[in-house]
Nanobody
Framework: QVQLVESGGGLVRSGGSLTLSCAAS????????MYWVRQAPGKGLEIVAS????????FYANSVKGRFSIARDNPKSILTLHMNNLDVDDTAIYYC???????????????RGQGTQVTVSS
C-alpha cells in the first residue's frame, strides 16, 4: 500500500531554515507528481509546492515562492522541501502527498503521510 513518511519538522525561530524529507513506498514514485501540503491551526489544507516527474515543472504557492524549494530523488523515492526565511505564518503540520487538487486552503489529496509539525517562533 501507499506509504509516505515525513521527517525533519521542528521548532525554529523566524528567519530560520528547515528541510523536510519524505520517504515514499508502495507505488511507482517516478511516475507521479508529488506534493507538499500543509494545514495551519484552524485552516484547511493548502498546497505549498509540487513537482513533476522530471523535476522541470515545480509549483509554489505565492506565500512561499522564493523561500521554499522542492526536490525529488526518483531512484531513492525521496521528496524534500527546503524551507528558508521561515515566518510565523509558516507554522503548520506539513504533509507529503500525491494526487492533490484544489486552491488556497481548500485542497484535498488522495494520499498523504502522517505529517510533521513545523513551528516558527517570533
Amino acid at each position: 500500500q501507499v506509504q509516505l513518511v515525513e521527517s525533519g519538522g521542528g521548532l525554529v525561530r523566524s528567519g530560520g531554515s528547515l528541510t523536510l524529507s519524505c520517504a515514499a513506498s508502495g507505488f511507482a514514485f517516478n511516475t507521479v507528481r508529488m506534493y507538499w501540503v500543509r494545514q495551519a491551526p484552524g485552516k484547511g489544507l493548502e498546497i505549498v509546492a509540487s513537482l513533476d516527474i522530471a523535476s522541470k515543472q515545480p509549483f509554489y504557492a505565492n506565500s512561499v515562492k522564493g523561500r521554499f524549494s522542492i526536490a525529488r530523488d526518483n531512484p531513492k523515492s525521496i521528496l524534500t522541501l527546503h524551507m528558508n526565511n521561515l515566518d510565523v505564518d509558516d507554522t503548520a503540520i506539513y504533509y507529503c502527498a500525491r494526487a492533490c487538487a484544489g486552491t488556497g486552503t481548500s485542497a484535498s489529496c488522495n494520499y498523504r503521510g502522517q505529517g510533521t509539525q513545523v513551528t516558527v517562533s517570533s
